[in-house]
Structure formats: C-alpha cells, structure tokens
C-alpha cells in the first residue's frame, strides 16, 4: 500500500535555528512530491518536487528529492516564530488522480 | 483566479442527526475535487475524490458519503452522525494536469456532541 511516513512528528526551535523536515515515501509509478504548510485552516502549497537532485527554494525554505531513497527533505535556515506550523508532505502516483499525505510534522519556533 | 469556498466554518451537532457540508470552486472548469480529513494536529486522510459530476471514489469505508451535482460542486453528508465523525473537514481542488498542487479551503470544524 502506498504510504508517506514525516518525521519527527513534532520539533521546537529556537529563532534563528535551521530545522531539517523529513518524509519519505512508498509509492509505486512515483509521479510527484509536494510540501504544504498549515498554519491554522487551509493548508499552502509550498513546493512540488518530479526530479531527484534538483533542488526547489523560495526565501528561507528549501526541498530536494532523492527519488532512489525515496525521500525529500524540507529544510528552513534563520527560522522565525511566523514559522510555527504543521508542515505537511503527499506524494502523487502516475495514474491517479489521489493526493496522500503523512501524518505531518508540527514545527513550533520559540521567540 | 481560482477560489474555493467551503461552509460553514463550525459546526456542532448532536449524534445520531445529519450532516451536509458544501464546497465550491470558481474560476475554472472541470476540476478533480477531494474531502479530506483531519484529526487533531495530524496529517490529512482523504474520504473521497471525483473527477466529474457524478463520479465519487471512495477512499475509506465510514458513515460518510460524498456527491458531486455540479460541476464545481462537491458535498460530504453523513444520514446519522456518530461521535467518531467529529475532526477538521477539508474539501480541495486540482486541476486535471499531470503536474498539478492540489488548493484547500478554509475548512469546516465539526463537533459531535
């Protein structure tokens, strides 16, 4: 069955830190990889990831997929508390028209 | 643009009454529709997609049902409501790209009582 596993389940950092998210993925016929962030209500698109090594940033926020280890990391350098989120990681197959996400990582940033 | 609208915001009601929540999408055509939800500060599981009018997936078996009339129409209803129903209720939309993020709405809180 195809799933997607985050890790850790829930992170507190300081201001300023840099934190690294995980997920990894089962999936067969792997078609794309996407990151959201869920400060209160609707969860927003942050990334979507189709190729290994190439890696995807805006601002402070950065992702890459290793399509071989089937994982992809979020990283936030200089983490500022507006941070504070469930930050949120679905796979798409080829074929499907489902969005499956993980159990998501609930990131605080302390001041 | 695109926007999707979901009602209401919150809601509480009783066990055993019925449920009819309402999302819709404008500014686009022919979209893949989904409700998902989600337990207290975890991730999201999803209930049901449709990829057109009339066509309802079934991703979990429960004491929910979905249906799509409309095009950009898509409601989750329930005939008897149980405890178990209560969560955070998300409906979405995506295109019908191969490359495509799926777009949530603001979500409906339900609490059964």
């Known amino acids: 069955e195809d799933k997607v596993v985050q890790s850790p389940l829930s992170l507190v950092v300081h201001e300023g830190d840099t934190v690294t998210l995980n997920c990894s993925y089962e999936?067969?016929?792997?078609?794309?990889l996407l990151w959201y962030k869920q400060e209160k209500k609707a969860p927003t698109f942050l990334f979507m990831l189709?190729?290994?090594?190439i890696e995807k940033k805006s601002g402070r926020l950065s992702s890459i997929l290793d399509k071989k280890e089937l994982f992809s990391i979020l990283n936030i350098t200089a983490t500022q508390t507006g941070d504070s989120a469930i930050y949120l990681c679905?796979?798409?197959?080829?074929?499907?028209?489902?969005?499956?996400f993980g159990t998501g990582t609930r990131l605080k940033v302390l001041a | 643009s695109q926007t999707i609208h979901q009602w209401p915001a919150t809601l509480v009601q009783p066990v055993g009454s019925p449920l009819s929540l309402e999302c819709t999408v404008e500014?686009?055509?022919?979209?893949?529709l989904y409700w998902y939800r989600q337990a207290a500060g975890r991730g999201l599981q999803l209930l049901f997609y449709?990829?057109?009018?009339?066509?309802i997936s079934s991703e979990v078996p429960q004491n929910l049902s979905a249906s799509r009339p409309q095009d950009r129409q898509f409601i989750l209803s329930s005939k008897k409501l149980l405890l178990s129903d209560s969560g955070f209720y998300l409906c979405?939309?995506?295109?019908?790209?191969?490359?495509?993020?799926?777009?949530f709405g603001q979500g409906t809180r339900l609490t059964v009582v």
């Open positions: 979405a939309w995506a295109g019908q790209g191969v490359f495509t993020e799926a777009f």
């Open positions: 189709t190729s290994s090594g």
């Open positions: 999936v067969t016929n792997f078609r794309s």
């Open positions: 679905a796979f798409r197959a080829s074929g499907t028209y489902k969005y499956i």
């Open positions: 500014g686009t055509s022919n979209p893949n």
């Open positions: 449709s990829v057109g009018i009339g066509q």
